[in-house]
């Protein structure tokens, strides 16, 4: 997904992508309102939405890998849990944001939590 998604408040829900543009099992980043989001499929279908930057190594978390609801970052194997933002383990310390999805029909939603 490489457009950019706008929408005029950040508390609302976004039109995101379709379903079929996510992989089937695990991340792809999208840019909604200038902010960078990976969005996360699981093994069971669910959907997640955190930010795509890893807190210890400022780089993109779309690009590691999903074990169940973990999603570790590829450089130094932060590891973040899609449903809480919490790592579960060094070299991370600091928890990503969680934002909420929303699936209505193929369509993916999410509304963006404000930044701590």
């Known amino acids: 997904m490489t457009e ?3 929408s005029q408040s950040t508390d609302a ?3 995101v992508c379709s ?3 996510l992989p089937t099992v695990g991340a792809a980043a999208a840019d909604i309102n200038g902010r960078i989001v990976a969005l996360v499929r699981t093994e069971t279908g669910d959907v997640h939405a955190v930010d ?3 807190s210890h190594a400022n780089v993109s978390l779309s690009e590691g890998e999903l074990d169940g609801c973990t ?3 590829w450089l130094h194997g932060s590891r973040f849990d899609i449903r809480t933002g919490i790592p579960s383990g060094p070299p991370a310390t600091v928890p ?3 934002h ?3 699936i209505e029909g193929d369509d993916v939603y999410v509304a963006l ?3 701590d």
């Open 52 to 54: 795509d930057t890893c």
């Open 100 to 102: 909420t999805v929303k």
């Open 71 to 73: 999603l570790e970052c």
């Open 19 to 21: 379903l079929d543009e």
């Open 13 to 15: 829900f976004v039109r």
């Open 113 to 115: 939590n404000q930044k």
């Open 4 to 6: 950019t998604t706008r």
């Open 96 to 98: 990503i944001a969680v």
